[in-house]
């Protein structure tokens, strides 16, 4: 083999793709167990007609059956509230469907974020309890509407991204600072967001937080803990790998907003060629991440 090939086969290798002829020679996978197994869930855009509750039910029973140790909902979990005109009436009986999901996956914690389309800002009274994000803090039952916890050796925050052109705003980004700083050395983070960080779908609908060069050089500085980044939001499955991280944008469980879908030559509910579905990620004591898709539709 010339040095050249043998170079990039390598390279290649190192990075987990298979080359033609080459996959006998590959280094086995460790045999140990994860530390975790999460199932990531994003942008149910949920509301009551259609049969739609029970369509999310029948797949989030799909999703009960792999076990998984909590789920992480990546927000939009309903429709829309927060378009012009939608009135109060409109926005209660979506999040009463929410409810019936939430029912759904009550056998094991919910850790939510919260998507845009999730608070109702068409408000003439902006005292009114249901305005802007508090009442979805509340309606996810989530202790504010960014925040870390900690499971088993990971640690997890969850961003909120619903800042002016889409990105954590100052106070945020200083807290997340200081949360990364305080963590001891070495300790594997998984950070979840609505929107993207980083991603490939950016330039084919954009979406991707504006704020991601200094989340990107944040990140960096804490290279020996940051792991994976989750997203939702585009509705587009990709994966996106730079300075260590992993940044998976997951579909989402609604696919073509619960519609039949954009392209007939796709599938029915895909929307540009991703079909409805959710990820498991298994997370190992080292930090490794494994993230795998599973389509529903």
Same mark, same amino acid.
């Given at each position: 083999?010339?040095?050249?090939?043998?170079?990039? @086969?390598?390279?290649?290798?190192?990075?987990?793709?298979?080359?033609?002829?080459?996959? #006998?020679?590959?280094? /086995?996978?460790?045999?140990?167990?994860?530390?975790?197994?999460?199932?990531?869930? =994003?942008?149910?855009?949920?509301?009551?007609?259609?049969?739609?509750?029970?369509?999310?039910?029948?797949?989030?029973?799909?999703? $009960?059956?792999?076990?998984?140790?909590?789920?992480?909902?990546?927000? !939009?979990?309903?429709?829309?509230?927060?378009?012009?005109?939608?009135? #109060? &009436?409109?926005?209660?009986?979506?999040?009463?469907?929410?409810?019936?999901? #939430?029912?759904?996956?009550? &056998? +094991? +914690?919910?850790? @939510?974020?919260?998507?845009?389309? &999730?608070?109702?800002? !068409?408000?003439?009274? +902006?005292?009114?309890?249901?305005?802007? $994000?508090?009442?979805?803090? +509340?309606?996810?039952?989530?202790?504010?509407?960014?925040?870390?916890?900690?499971?088993?050796?990971?640690?997890?925050?969850?961003? !909120?991204?619903?800042?002016?052109?889409?990105?954590?705003?100052?106070?945020?980004?200083?807290?997340?600072?200081?949360?990364?700083?305080?963590?001891?050395?070495?300790?594997?983070?998984?950070?979840?967001?609505?929107?993207?960080? =980083?991603?490939?779908?950016?330039?084919?609908?954009?979406?991707?937080?504006?704020?991601?060069?200094?989340?990107?050089?944040?990140?960096?500085?804490?290279?020996?803990?940051?792991?994976?980044?989750?997203?939702?939001?585009?509705?587009?499955? &990709?994966?996106?790998?730079?300075?260590?991280?992993?940044?998976?944008?997951?579909?989402?469980?609604?696919?073509?907003?619960?519609? /039949?879908?954009?392209?007939?030559?796709?599938? #029915?509910?895909?929307?540009?060629?991703?079909?409805?579905?959710?990820?498991?990620?298994?997370?190992?004591?080292?930090?490794?991440? /494994?993230?795998?898709?599973?389509?529903?539709?």
């Amino acid at each position: 083999m010339k040095r050249r090939m043998f170079l990039t @086969s390598a390279a290649l290798l190192s990075a987990g793709v298979t080359i033609p002829g080459t996959a #006998k020679t590959r280094p /086995e996978e460790p045999k140990d167990k994860p530390e975790l197994v999460i199932a990531h869930i =994003t942008d149910i855009h949920i509301r009551p007609e259609e049969e739609i509750p029970q369509r999310a039910i029948a797949w989030l029973n799909e999703v $009960k059956k792999q076990e998984p140790d909590f789920y992480l909902n990546g927000g !939009d979990s309903i429709h829309d509230a927060s378009y012009d005109d939608v009135p #109060k &009436d409109r926005v209660l009986e979506q999040w009463e469907a929410w409810d019936l999901i #939430k029912e759904q996956l009550e &056998d +094991k +914690k919910i850790y @939510s974020c919260i998507g845009n389309h &999730d608070p109702w800002w !068409d408000v003439k009274d +902006k005292t009114d309890p249901m305005y802007g $994000k508090p009442y979805v803090v +509340k309606r996810l039952s989530i202790p504010a509407n960014y925040y870390s916890f900690d499971e088993k050796n990971w640690h997890f925050i969850i961003l !909120d991204g619903n800042h002016e052109g889409i990105s954590l705003g100052e106070e945020q980004m200083n807290w997340l600072k200081n949360d990364l700083e305080n963590l001891p050395p070495n300790t594997p983070t998984l950070i979840m967001s609505h929107f993207p960080i =980083t991603s490939i779908t950016n330039a084919l609908v954009g979406g991707q937080h504006s704020d991601h060069k200094e989340l990107k050089k944040l990140f960096y500085q804490h290279k020996d803990k940051v792991r994976v980044c989750l997203s939702g939001h585009q509705h587009l499955l &990709d994966r996106t790998w730079y300075n260590g991280v992993d940044y998976f944008c997951n579909g989402s469980l609604s696919g073509f907003w619960w519609g /039949e879908g954009d392209s007939e030559s796709a599938g #029915k509910q895909y929307y540009l060629e991703t079909p409805p579905g959710y990820a498991i990620l298994k997370l190992y004591k080292d930090g490794r991440v /494994e993230n795998e898709y599973f389509p529903l539709a």
